[in-house]
Structure formats: structure tokens, C-alpha cells
């Protein structure tokens, strides 16, 4: 009897709203690809819920594995409802607020502003001792069509050198700590580095990187969610030794952390802070990326083919929809086949 292709094996770095989205992504490759995915998340998150549980449990942040949980469940209803509920976020007294601000904090409501879904990896890390032993657990809650991982099984710390920070002192250079703090002051990043320097990196997705058909990197916060994992020297280096190919999906806009960089200055920081990375594929929606020849060639330094589809939302926003992206993927990811 013939065996029919096996799977292919995608892992996926970052964190927050880009990764969840690659992942939903995925999701919608099937049935044109039976993928096994493995998320590999950041932990350097220390604002909102995820700060104040990281700073008050000694936890990893569990806010973008629980995002990237929550994008991996099952359509079921009875997995979705569960994935809603660890989405849902306390509101201050009663009161209804934006369920996606993190940022709400009442000291006599000690529950305001964290989600179910924080607390509750919280509680399954100190129940088994264990973050890879309790994201499989919450993985399975979920019906989760993958796994998720943190990329440390330790918080790490960001921290970036920012020019321009103050508007009155354009030239100064100031240390800026925290991932928060970096995600939200404006300027031009002129380093990022983790502290400690050298974490040590979670073993499951080492294994998992070096035994991956393809490594995607983005979309996401650039230097908050995605360049952190080319930080980590043992998983710099896993990346750097697996056989896999490698993809990269830009951002349609920058944020706040990345304005005035260009699509291509994205590309050439994966240069700079992994010097060496090979690239085989850079996915971009041609109706944001501008002029294509500075992205193609920038492309072009790293290995890689430019590939441009239209994976942004509909309704002109700057985020990208995940069945269309799904769609433009699976030709990419098809040809490791």
C-alpha cells in the first residue's frame, strides 16, 4: 500500500496579532495542505495582564500564548466557546469595557483587566511545573489544530538603544527597557538586545525547528515579537543549522516601534541581527508594500523570491486577513512538497 505525502511541518515565530494571525492563516491551507504547526512564541511581554502576572507570579507572560492558542482552536462550537472564554477579559466592576484593552487596571478590582485565559495558563504553569506540560494541556481544551510554545521557558527582558524618543532632542540616544516601553515610544530603534543576553531556549522548539519543512517569520511587531527569537543564540543557531526553507510574511503598516522603516529595512534587519539567515520566500501585499524593486532587492540579499498577493482585509485596513493569506500561502508552502 502507498503511503500518500506526509505532513509538512511549519513552525511559526512571534507574538501578539501577527503571529495569531500567520497561525489562522495555517488553519486555511486546509484542505490544499495537511500542515502539523508549531508556534514558536516570545516571552518578553511585561505590559497589561501578561506584565502584572509575570511581575506578581514570576510567570512567563502568558498573553501571547494564549493568543496563539486561541487562534489554533478548533471550529467546533464546543472548542470555540472555549476558545472565547479564554479570550475574555474582566471588565472593571461590572462595567463593559473594549474586550481587547489589556490596560485596564482598578487596584480594588484585582480581576479588571486580566483574561481567563491568562490566569489560567498562570494556573496550569504553577499546577504541572511545567509551560510545555501546560500549554499541551490548554492546547487540548481548545482542540488546538497545533502546538504553541514559548520560545523560552523563562521571561526574558527587551531592551532598545532610540534616537529621537523626545521630539525636543532629536539626536539623543536614549536605553529603553521593557517590551512595552519599546513597543510604544516613538523614534528609530538603533538596537534591540535581550537581557539576560543569552536565555536559554526552549528544547521543544529546538526540536522543532530542526525538524520543520519551513520556518515562518512574521508578520508582527518587528522588534518586539519577531527579531527576539534571532536573539536567543541557541535558537539563532537552530535556525541557522535547519534544513528547512524559509518564509517571510511583512507587515502591511508600521507601528509605532517601526515607523520610518521601510518594507525592505524590515528585511535588512534579519541581515543585521542574524547575519548568514538565508531566505527562500517574502510574502507581501502589493497594495502596501509601494514601490516593489528596493523590497525585491532586499529580498534578493537574503536569497528569497518576492512573492506579492492580496492578503490584506477588505476593507482597506492595515491587517492582514487570514483566508487570504491562507490562499497565497499554500502555493509557497506547496513547493516544499
Excluded at 481544551?141 to 538603544?161: F, K, N, S, W
Aim: net charge negative; with cysteine; aromatic share 4%.
Amino acid at each position: 500500500m502507498t503511503e500518500g505525502p506526509r505532513r509538512l511541518k511549519v513552525v511559526a515565530f512571534g507574538g501578539g496579532h501577527g503571529l495569531a494571525a500567520s497561525l489562522r492563516a495555517l488553519r486555511h491551507t486546509a484542505p490544499d495542505l495537511d500542515l502539523d504547526i508549531t508556534a514558536v512564541v516570545t516571552v518578553g511581554d511585561d505590559g497589561g495582564s501578561s506584565g502584572r502576572l509575570r511581575a506578581e507570579r514570576d510567570s512567563l507572560p502568558p498573553g501571547d500564548l494564549r493568543q496563539a492558542l486561541a487562534a489554533l482552536a478548533d471550529e467546533d462550537p464546543f472548542h470555540r466557546r472555549t476558545a472565547e472564554l479564554l479570550q475574555y477579559r474582566f471588565a472593571v466592576s461590572g462595567h463593559l469595557d473594549h474586550p481587547g484593552d489589556d490596560r485596564v487596571v482598578d487596584r480594588r478590582d484585582p480581576l479588571a483587566g486580566h483574561t481567563v485565559g491568562n490566569l489560567l495558563l498562570v494556573g496550569l504553569m504553577e499546577l504541572l511545573g511545567d509551560p510545555v506540560a501546560a500549554l499541551e494541556h490548554a492546547g487540548r481544551l481548545v482542540g488546538a489544530r497545533g502546538r504553541v510554545l514559548p520560545m523560552a521557558r523563562h521571561a526574558v527582558g527587551i531592551e532598545a538603544d532610540v534616537r529621537g524618543a523626545d521630539p525636543r532632542r532629536p539626536d539623543e540616544t536614549v536605553t529603553v527597557r521593557g517590551q512595552h516601553a519599546v513597543a510604544v515610544t516613538p523614534g528609530h530603534v538603533e538596537a534591540v538586545r535581550l537581557v539576560p543576553p543569552a536565555p536559554p531556549a526552549c528544547a521543544a522548539a529546538l526540536t522543532a525547528v530542526a525538524e520543520a519543512d519551513w520556518l515562518i517569520f512574521g508578520p508582527g511587531s518587528w522588534y518586539t515579537s519577531v527579531l527576539p527569537h534571532l536573539l536567543m543564540p541557541q535558537l539563532a543557531e537552530a535556525i541557522m543549522k535547519s534544513p528547512a526553507r524559509r518564509l517571510v510574511t511583512l507587515n502591511l503598516a508600521a507601528d509605532i516601534e517601526t515607523l520610518g522603516l521601510s518594507a525592505a529595512d524590515h528585511l535588512a534587519a534579519l541581515h543585521w541581527y542574524l547575519p548568514g539567515l538565508h531566505v527562500d520566500a517574502v510574502l507581501a501585499d502589493a497594495r502596501w508594500v509601494g514601490d516593489p524593486e528596493p523590497v525585491h532587492r532586499a529580498a534578493q540579499a537574503l536569497g528569497a523570491r518576492l512573492v506579492l498577493a492580496p492578503v490584506a482585509v477588505a476593507d482597506g485596513g492595515p491587517r492582514h486577513d487570514p483566508e487570504s493569506l491562507g490562499v497565497a500561502l499554500v502555493p509557497v508552502l506547496g513547493a516544499a512538497r
